[in-house]
């Protein structure tokens, strides 16, 4: 968890000619404010907490009188409220009418990440005279950058998922060679094995795929479901893991594979639509930046979209291109996203996000490919594996 750092917050707000943000959370609710307050989701709140950032000059916290323990270390006016009207009147005297305020919420919750803040509160906050505005851009600059020791420690693990996905395919090579058979389970549980030996940790098993299965983008095997892997199947593998602490950033990368000596033409021609969709957005953003030139998250959605809706399988491509990458899998930054929302936010430097479009057959096979891309402060844009994936690869060659 970040420290909180109220010169870097008010240079933002000052930048974004935003007079105030207002950090509103109850029970938990806004793991985004108490993430920027520097406040443990673990903690145990109870009651209402506002904490009003000005865009010069001093915050001021209001805190119900039993928990000003929790706001303690932050700077600023204490201000405790145990009724209503009291709560009230500590609003009133701190937003201005007409001023523009910040708050964690999305218009239409066109992105869900970022709405935090419910209908009554917001409502609530509207009777002082303020205009709302969302904080997606707030978040992106505190909770969506990565710091040089978060990069460094994350290129080796981007690596090594390439390496630990290259040892699943020989896992199911040797199973195959050896037993004629092997199960998504079984390569599945080679994975984690893999995870332990280079001490990375993940919050779900890795998907494992087989035929019809790679067509269903969140499918995952467990102990009680799974299917065969036999030979001429055609397989996919999403792998994410990251070192376990809390300040750690993830990796996330999917390759397929068949169980063949060599690959036939209909897996062939998917996958090569799908790895022109990825290396279209690549390219936009790679290029955008070399120009200085200012990318939305939306607009690489498109790039690739682009890509399979003019192959004629744009029906198929049934999620967005990519998400941010944090300390979070699905991070707080921009998404890359014109499909299920329409994501307008500027994609920033020392950020990180998956690109990873598919086309999903139903019922016969599906192809993703995954990369994860950082954004340098100059502007460079590298794919952190160093490597992506640019032919099925044949299992048993």
Not at 66 to 77: C, K, Q, R, S
Not at 87 to 93: D, Q, V
Not at 199 to 223: C, M, Q, R, W
Not at 303 to 309: E, G, S, T
Request: charged share 25%.
């Amino acid at each position: 968890m970040a420290a909180f750092n109220l010169e870097k917050i008010q240079a933002i707000l000052q930048k974004k000619e935003i007079d105030g943000w207002l950090l509103y959370d109850f029970r938990g609710s806004n793991d985004l404010a108490l993430g920027v307050m520097g406040i443990s989701t673990k903690t145990h709140l109870t009651r209402r907490l506002y904490y009003y950032i000005p865009k010069k000059g001093t915050p001021s916290k209001i805190v119900n009188g039993i928990e000003a323990h929790n706001v303690a270390h932050l700077p600023g006016e204490e201000m405790k409220y145990s009724s209503l009207e009291s709560l009230k009147k500590h609003l009133k005297r701190l937003l201005t009418q007409g001023h523009t305020i910040a708050m964690e919420y999305s218009p239409y919750n066109a992105i869900p990440y970022l709405s935090k803040v419910d209908a009554g509160t917001f409502e609530f906050i509207k009777t002082f005279g303020v205009d709302i505005v969302g904080s997606g851009d707030l978040i992106t600059e505190l909770t969506a950058l990565w710091s040089k020791e978060q990069y460094d420690e994350n290129v080796p693990v981007a690596k090594a998922l390439v390496k630990i996905a290259k040892n699943a395919f020989g896992f199911i090579k040797e199973e195959l060679e050896s037993n004629g058979k092997t199960t998504e389970y079984s390569v599945q549980q080679f994975i984690m094995q893999e995870f332990a030996v280079h001490k990375l940790i993940t919050d779900f098993p890795p998907i494992v795929g087989v035929n019809e299965n790679s067509a269903n983008p969140h499918y995952a095997p467990d102990e009680n479901t799974f299917k065969e892997i036999l030979p001429n199947d055609f397989v996919l593998i999403d792998l994410w893991a990251k070192p376990d602490n809390e300040t750690s950033v993830w990796s996330d990368i999917t390759w397929v594979g068949f169980c063949g000596t060599s690959v036939p033409e209909k897996y062939t021609k998917i996958f090569n639509i799908v790895i022109n969709a990825r290396d279209a957005a690549l390219e936009t953003v790679t290029q955008r930046f070399k120009e200085g030139k200012p990318v939305k998250a939306y607009e690489l959605d498109d790039a690739a979209r682009n890509v399979i809706v003019k192959a004629g399988y744009g029906d198929y491509f049934i999620h967005r291109t990519g998400h941010s990458i944090t300390t979070e899998l699905h991070g707080s930054g921009p998404h890359l996203d014109n499909f299920e929302t329409r994501d307008e936010r500027v994609i920033a430097t020392e950020t990180s996000f998956s690109i990873e479009p598919g086309i999903y057959l139903t019922g016969d096979f599906g192809v993703r490919s995954e990369i994860d891309v950082f954004v340098h402060a100059d502007g460079r844009v590298e794919y952190t594996s160093g490597v992506k994936q640019e032919e099925v690869i044949a299992i048993l060659e």
